[in-house]
């Protein structure tokens, strides 16, 4: 298969395959390659993740079966309005792992906020299970249910900042959705600027761009390495506090810091 062949050999962080938005009849036939891509992505070294399909569809239940083992990372689920939808693919994935024996909360949930419901209830969601391990905020579609002119970054700030700072308050990750490649600078742009993690791309053109502008400098890394080893000082010598360059090496800042180098160690 030739896209699979693509996949093993771009240099994404991780894949996320993609088997929502097909019509009922044909949702069988589409779960079977994806399902058989998983192993060989997860054994070339890639966390891989499937975008099923909504509860609303009636066919989540069926896409977690057919994609469920021990070498899926986790799924990812769009339009995500409450903890309620949480809980709900939660319990099927138990389910799951059950059947196939695998330990439970080995499969994690990326959640998309995408609609005003989910993006009011954003720290609700993002807090809501702790198999939730990183949140995309899906601002093209965003945009198309608030009626916001697609070049309209800045109608999107609000949004943005609501889903970074619930993400960042409940210690996951935050990603920004896909773009199209007219609007991919201005998103990177806007997205960088909230404090996203990182970017999906729609397409091998786009991962070098993203992986390049996402990616922590040196400055950065070694930043993020002085403040772990400051706040672990401190807490041998059971001190008040350390700090690094004038910025308090507190808890909040060593979750941040763990985080950049964990993200830098899975890149390599």
Same mark, same amino acid.
């Given at each position: ?8 050999? !771009?240099?994404?962080? #991780? ?8 019509? %009922?009849?044909? /949702?069988?036939? &589409? ?6 891509? $998983? ?24 896409? $977690? ?7 899926? !990372? ?28 695998i330990p439970t909360g080995h499969i994690k949930v990326i959640p998309w906020l995408e609609t005003a419901r989910g993006v009011v209830r954003a720290f609700e969601i993002c807090g809501s299970s702790p198999r939730i391990t990183a949140v995309v905020f899906g601002s093209e579609t965003y945009a198309r249910t608030m009626s916001i002119p697609?070049?309209?970054?800045? &109608?999107? /700030?609000? /949004? ?8 960042? /308050?409940?210690?996951? @990750? ?5 773009? %199209? ?9 806007? &997205?960088? *600027? ?7 791309? %729609?397409?091998?053109? *786009? ?9 922590? !400098? ?7 390495? *002085?403040?772990? =080893? ?8 059971? %001190? ?13 800042? @060593? ?6 180098? #964990?993200?830098?160690?899975?890149? =390599?």
């Amino acid at each position: 298969m030739k896209s699979l062949d693509n996949l093993l050999s !771009s240099k994404a962080d #991780a894949v996320m395959l993609d088997i929502s938005n097909v019509p %009922t009849d044909k /949702a069988a036939s &589409a779960r079977s390659p994806v399902a058989a891509a $998983i192993e060989p992505l997860a054994r070339k070294g890639k966390e891989v993740f499937v975008h099923i399909n909504p509860i609303s569809t009636g066919m989540s239940r069926d896409d $977690i079966d057919a994609v469920t083992s021990t070498h899926l !990372s986790g799924i990812s689920v769009g339009h995500v309005e409450s903890s309620h939808d949480v809980f709900d693919y939660g319990s099927v994935i138990k389910e799951m792992e059950e059947k196939r024996r695998i330990p439970t909360g080995h499969i994690k949930v990326i959640p998309w906020l995408e609609t005003a419901r989910g993006v009011v209830r954003a720290f609700e969601i993002c807090g809501s299970s702790p198999r939730i391990t990183a949140v995309v905020f899906g601002s093209e579609t965003y945009a198309r249910t608030m009626s916001i002119p697609d070049s309209s970054e800045h &109608a999107l /700030a609000f /949004a943005r900042s609501s889903v970074v700072v619930a993400a960042n /308050a409940s210690d996951i @990750v935050c990603f920004d959705g896909p773009s %199209t490649d007219a609007n991919l600078g201005n998103s990177i742009s806007a &997205a960088k *600027q909230m404090g996203f993690s990182g970017k999906l791309a %729609t397409s091998y053109s *786009q991962i070098e761009r993203i992986n390049k502008s996402f990616s922590p !400098s040196e400055v950065e890394i070694n930043r993020a390495r *002085q403040i772990i =080893k400051a706040y672990e000082e401190a807490e041998r010598k059971d %001190t008040a506090g350390a700090y690094v360059g004038g910025e308090l090496a507190d808890i909040s800042a @060593v979750r941040r810091a763990r985080r950049l180098i #964990a993200m830098v160690e899975r890149s =390599k």
